[in-house]
């Protein structure tokens, strides 16, 4: 089933909603961490984000994503918390998930992000690599702020081990990641556990922490961080689809990037895995080489076209999203809550961009 | 005055005496942190300790300075606790250390760190990276472990937040030093403001993490962390007299090593501030080559000879040594104790390598 255009758009305007709802916050406790640091490497980091150009002058800063916070915030005053006391964790979120970018950008040698040069592509790789270090620990610092907004030590100190081991599990699957690029050997076993890692554990821990932030049960913070983790991998897979067959006008980059870029992605690997013969020497060999040409990816796009694998991945996008929506069952929520949470994990299949 | 062989071997016998008492238990504390985790990229980080080659085969273990956890465990046991408690947070430290060693190969290009190959020439840059920032989250993983270990939330948090700032302190350094590779306009100030975050932080913070686990008032924490921060001023800038006059026997590396290198430290700094005319412009010019050749390292040895450089250096290490030991006092320690730091802060100063 390929979703339409309107039913994507129909599935975005709610989150876009909840997201809206929590962003002044968000962007202030940001800010908070940020302001008033007038030395590199945090100049750099408010490059990164958007806030300022080149040479520190501030800019009309691009409206970010911002959906770890938003999940934080959301599974927070589900499960009964204030939000506004989860806030530190929410930026703190925001700050991990950013350092990640950071250094995958050094790692991906990419030159561009949202239309703008990379940090390594101003200022040289080292000072990236650095500038990334200083986020990871400016994440901590903003974290440990949930002491100033009344939460005992044993929470915080909860909080800091949660991260943490979030942080693990995101360097175990950006290993593997960077082992598999062009290899064309991982099995879509291999390649989920690869994204368990890269995407899902940051977004079930983002879940976790604010429920657990929130008052939430170790039972209750399982099933919030379950449905985080299927959200991701629902997240991760349709990002593989739009990655193939995504609409430049609308994901800002161009149709087939992604095979183009001999990206791993769950499409390649679930093609790879489920053709034979002289169609299967075909794709190895053209996602294999160094460098693809517009036929060659048109090519590739045909083989995966011909084996259905675009109807397959959207198909497994949607069974985590269920997934996603099914562990929210354990909970006892209220409608509202219960119902924005679903939207998110549908949105995150469905959506176009 | 130049320190001699035999003075300095004197200094260096009793301070590894300190280092080697706590040697087996941090080790046992670090493979406790590493053992058994047979994916990557832990694996890649036993490769770095030296436990692994490159096939992941045991190999006999080079021993390791441990300066961090030895200062850790010693001002611990100083200030009347049980150093034993405070191991986790003496790993944590020598694993943070380790993680900038990481990244610093990668930022310095440097092919070889104690006669092997760094992470980045086996494995490539990314996924060195990705091993450092693994690392990093493991400093963390590991210091929270002090909870098991009967360290109530307030103090394990009280840890983190110090492990926190010290971080943030070694990247602004970092940063600094990155963009002051080859400028030669880094005057003798700067040179001390970037070497206070890139090595004295963590050295005070080892310190004052220990003293603040062994139970010691905040007043206490401030005057051992004076002390390790002194003592880090004085091991960098001694480290930098090693750099262009050490012996290769001794140190490892080739004499004039940091001259080669065009490395930015306190005696090239302090050269270029006390020379003027035809001769600075010499030393200028020699230094902001792309490349020294033997025939120019031994022209700005020379420089830096008469200039009488080694010495002045050699005066500058001491005074902080001094410092350090005079920051002792405010601590009214048992004398044993204050004398194995005061050898501590001595050998920072007087070491050959």
């Known amino acids: 089933m390929t979703v339409s255009k ?3 758009a129909r599935a975005a305007q709610p989150v876009l909603a909840i997201i809206d709802r929590y962003e002044p916050a968000v962007m202030a406790e940001l800010h908070r961490a940020l302001d008033g640091k007038t030395n590199p490497p945090y100049t750099l980091m408010r490059y990164h984000f958007g806030w300022e150009d080149e040479s520190g002058r501030s800019i009309e800063a691009r409206k970010g994503k911002l959906l770890r916070p938003a999940l934080c915030l959301l599974a927070c005053e589900a499960l009964g918390g204030d939000w506004q006391a989860a806030l530190p964790a929410a930026a703190a979120l925001e700050l991990l998930h950013n350092f990640t970018l950071i250094h995958d950008d050094v790692e991906d040698a990419s030159e561009q992000r949202h239309g703008r040069k990379t940090i390594w592509a101003v200022w040289g790789e080292a000072q990236a690599i650095n500038t990334g270090d200083g986020m990871f620990a400016l994440a901590y610092a903003t974290l440990l702020r949930l002491s100033a907004l009344g939460h005992d030590s044993d929470r915080v100190l909860k ?10 599990l995101l360097c175990e699957g950006q290993h593997r990641d960077l082992a598999s690029t062009n290899a064309h050997r991982l099995s879509t076993q291999g390649y989920l556990d690869m994204i368990e890692g890269k995407t899902a554990a940051l977004l079930a821990t983002s879940c976790g922490l604010g429920a657990m932030l929130g008052g939430a049960t170790d039972e209750e913070v399982d099933a919030i ?3 985080g983790r299927c959200t991701g991998l629902a997240f991760q897979i349709q990002d593989d689809v739009l990655g193939i067959w995504g609409d ?4 800002g980059k161009p149709a ?3 095979l183009i870029a001999g990206k791993q992605s769950y499409p390649v690997v679930f093609g790879l895995a489920h053709c034979e013969g002289a169609q299967r020497d075909r794709l190895v060999e053209l996602l294999a080489q160094e460098t693809r040409d517009d036929n060659d990816v048109a ?3 045909k083989i995966l076209d011909d084996l259905g694998v675009r109807e397959e991945s959207e198909r497994k996008a949607l069974e985590y999203s269920d997934a996603a929506i099914a562990s929210l069952d354990k909970l ?3 409608t509202k809550w219960r119902n924005e949470l679903a939207r998110i994990a549908t949105f995150a299949a469905q959506r176009s961009a």
């Open 248 to 251: 430049a006008g609308e994901t």
């Open 256 to 258: 087939s990037d992604d």
């Open 299 to 301: 090519a590739a796009r």
């Open 225 to 227: 961080s379950d449905f």
């Open 332 to 334: 006892g929520l209220q």
């Open 159 to 168: 909080s800091v081990q949660m991260l943490d081991a979030a942080t693990l």
């Open 6 to 8: 309107e039913s994507s």
